[in-house]
């Protein structure tokens, strides 16, 4: 799973964004949104979004899911030798 952070209410993250000045409104609660209520620090929103566009888009493409499978069985096999 992929998401952007999020600082909750009550939290050191949230306490520390405050204090820098780096909230923008309120927290949806929901890190897979495509949503943050963090202002980046060495980046435009833009690019951050763009940025986790372009990951989901790969990670979702075929060639992703077929890589994340391939690697997921052998290290299912590996492990299982390594039991017995």
Known sequence: MVGLLQ???????????R???RLRGSS????????TNIIPAQMSLAALREGYESILQSIYSRG????GCEHFFASTASRKSEIG
């Open 64 to 67: 992703g899911i077929t890589s």
């Open 28 to 35: 949806t609660g929901d890190n897979v949104d495509g949503s």
């Open 19 to 21: 204090l820098q000045g």
């Open 7 to 17: 600082a909750l209410p009550g939290t050191a993250l949230f306490e520390r964004m």
